[in-house]
């Protein structure tokens, strides 16, 4: 028999999701971000789940792009970071991907290029989280060269990205919002704007603009600190799920796993669970990170192995070698595991390796109703 480590994945919690956010973004089109493999999901297999009731997918480059157009998918696809050479833009041309323009250079390769067909365009504006994106006091010119291009197709839309989104009480969302209000009052009463990322688009309604572009929210997980997914009405699209390959009968006293950290208080029995971070389970997982093993909470013990883990069975006492334990999704809310790490909801996802198998739970109710 194989390794049992598996990542159960839910068509219907993803729709339920989806649903939740057309809700509360209801006047607006939505973008479902589906870069860096789909947050860890699978590129291919939720992009076509979300096809049929999204507007656009949102990739990082495009050669995640062309790996959806290759297994047919149509909708229009924005590329979040642009391109990244100029014959890029010939492709995005004749595939008619969305193009996000956030750097001068992109405008010159733009210039010596003939585009076989106008390019859908999104002006980056960096209204104030410093990463990607015109400065706001240059960018009016941008907008200009970009309007008057005849290789752009017009109207030309304008997007910026929250830094603190996740932190309503952080000042820098207003100023955020105030800097992409204020410079969308300039342009073309044609352009259409996109602010919102999934904390956006349930902390800020006035912000939602024509897109809004939810990425962890789509597959469950809570962006917003202080809130649960459940808080928010979303259903974890990932589960995480092994088995118990062995247990021990540990006395009082006695080392578990590498570097001995954790040490038995009692006697007490350790079960050993199928799944490290070779896997992608966080090395940075304390001792007390929740498990699930038969349902019922369990607590990590010893250091992350790369095949591994080691986990306290006292609250468990009848689990026996084969029993399922589940890491994080169905009943144990993947922020409560990353509470215990170095890490996020965001990185525990997209961290999860190729030797887990992926499986597509059937979609049985008809919950699209309304998507
Ligand atoms: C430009 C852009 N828009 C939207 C998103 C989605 O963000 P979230 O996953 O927080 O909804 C991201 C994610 O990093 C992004 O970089």
Known sequence: MSRTAVAILSTENLLHNLKVIKGKAPQSKVIGMVKANAYGHGLRSVSTRLERHVDMLGVASIDEALILRKIGVQIPIILAEGVFEPNELLVASTEGFHVVFHEEVQLQWLANLSCPLPI?????????????????????????????????????????????????????????????????QNISDQSEYSLCNSAGVFQYPTSHHHFVRPGIALYGASPILGKSAAD???????????????????????????????????????GIVAFGYGDGYPRSAQDGTPILVNNTRCKLVGRVSMDMIAVDLRSCPNAKVGDPVILWGNDLPIEEVAAFTDNVSYDLLTGVQNRVKFHWTRYLNNTTNGL
Not at 133 to 140: E, L, Q, S, V, W
């Open 120 to 184: 859908q365009a999104w002006l980056k504006i960096d209204s104030g989280m410093g990463r990607l994106g015109f400065d706001i006091d240059k960018a009016p010119g941008f907008y200009d060269q970009l309007s008057q291009s005849r290789q752009i197709a017009q109207p030309i839309r304008v997007m910026s990205h929250l830094a603190c989104a996740d932190d309503p009480d952080n000042p820098l969302n207003q100023r955020q919002i105030k800097a992409f209000n204020d410079f969308i």
């Open 232 to 270: 928010l009405n979303l259903k974890p699209v990932m589960t995480l799920q092994t088995s118990l390959i062995g247990i021990k009968e540990m006395t009082k006293g006695s080392p578990v796993g590498y570097g001995a950290r954790y040490t038995c208080p009692e006697d007490m029995r350790v």
